[in-house]
């Protein structure tokens, strides 16, 4: 799912090469000839010397390559701010397409246990806004997890491990997932996974299922809402579609 290292290949091991016997050739152009890799013929036998080509062709061009993701995937930051508009307090910080970049970004911005109260951040498909009016949210909901305000290792670190799974496509019905969100609140803070129907039980079950699994949440108790169900009631009064 995430590359946490990489393998090197074709090394080239000491006893493969062929090295000139020292002081076979008396001759100083021939000696600089085999330093800098053109090879040499000497007392009519070949002598294989590693030239510069062949070295670089065991470089391993990989370590110098980004491994690229499925999907684009933009990072939102929300602050509440009474002046504005629920809109106009949502801003775009950056997307990234990369292992690389994605790692960049995490450890540049500030883990969810270090936002002041009323903050969300949100990781979402390119195209998709993190809000239940968007067109490919409004048919679908979210599983909501309820966070314990004490445990901020406990919340960075599920925050962590889900955009993982999301962005190694970890999931069975992936292309179902818009996005995830994590809320910073006063009593508990709330992380949740957006999906595109709430109509498609199958797919969510099997999210829901696998939600509890990847990040090891054991006997705690995550349910799903209809983003439908959300814009009319508010808070704890929104109706569970399905619980686990």
């Not at 009064?237 to 686990?244: D, F, K, P």
Request: with cysteine.
């Amino acid at each position: 799912m995430v590359y946490t290292g990489y393998e090197h290949y074709m090394r080239q091991q000491a006893d493969e090469t062929e090295w000139m016997p020292y002081g076979e050739s008396n001759n100083w152009e021939q000696s600089m000839a085999v330093y800098s890799g053109e090879g040499i013929m000497a007392d009519e036998e070949e002598h294989l010397v590693p030239s510069l080509n062949t070295q670089l062709s065991l470089i391993d061009y990989e370590l110098g390559m980004k491994h690229l993701l499925q999907h684009t995937w933009t990072v939102w930051h929300w602050e509440n701010d009474r002046s504005k508009a629920w809109s106009d307090m949502l801003s775009d910080v950056t997307s990234f397409n990369t292992v690389e970049d994605f790692f960049s970004v995490y450890y540049f911005i500030k883990p969810p246990s270090d936002l002041k109260i009323f903050n969300d951040y949100m990781v979402f498909k390119q195209g998709i806004r993190p809000m239940w009016e968007d067109e490919y949210n409004k048919e679908g909901g979210r599983w909501i997890m309820l966070l314990d305000k004490a445990s901020k290792a406990f919340s960075d670190k599920l925050w962590h491990d889900l955009l993982l799974c999301i962005i190694g496509e970890c999931f069975d019905y992936s292309d179902q997932i818009c996005g995830v969100v994590i809320n910073v609140r006063n009593k508990a803070n709330k992380l949740s996974l957006w999906t595109r129907n709430s109509r498609n039980a199958q797919a969510i079950m099997t999210i829901g299922n696998q939600l509890k699994q990847f990040l090891h949440l054991g006997e705690m108790e995550i349910q799903y809402q209809g983003h439908k169900d959300a814009m009319v009631q508010h808070g704890p009064n929104v109706s569970a579609l399905y619980r686990i």
